[in-house]
């Protein structure tokens, strides 16, 4: 089983910055990708920014310059360094994994983004 712990989430004001982070342990076979997604208003769940084992990422475009996505050190860990946040950016973000050959997935409980106007 596959345990995800994200970190960095909290109340911003509009034009700041914040730095998530999502850690993962557990039985982890080879991790094809990490990213991060918000629940939107349905409870949907939307991407905002993905980075694959070989460093491609994707970005939803509402995020596109002005969030980056990095694999940390340790290759079990991933950081969404969001800029210049507006309102429209507030939400819970949540981290995924996918692992193994089947791309199995995992979630993260996700950490609250408020950004204030």
């Known amino acids: 089983q596959v345990q995800l712990v994200e970190s960095g989430g909290g109340l911003v004001q509009a034009g700041g910055s914040l730095r998530l982070s999502c850690a993962a342990s557990g039985t982890i076979s080879s991790i094809k990708a990490m990213g991060w997604y918000r629940r939107g208003p349905e409870n949907q769940r939307q991407l905002v920014a993905r980075?694959?084992?070989?460093?491609?990422?994707t970005f939803a475009d509402s995020a596109k310059g002005r969030f980056t996505v990095s694999r940390g050190n340790g290759e079990n860990t991933a950081h969404l360094q969001m800029s210049r946040l507006n309102p429209g950016d507030t939400g819970v973000y949540l981290c995924?994994?996918?692992?193994?050959?089947?791309?199995?997935?995992?979630w993260g409980q996700g950490t609250q983004v408020t950004v204030s106007s």
């Open positions: 995924n994994v996918a692992h193994g050959p089947n791309w199995s997935q995992a």
């Open positions: 980075i694959t084992s070989s460093g491609k990422t």
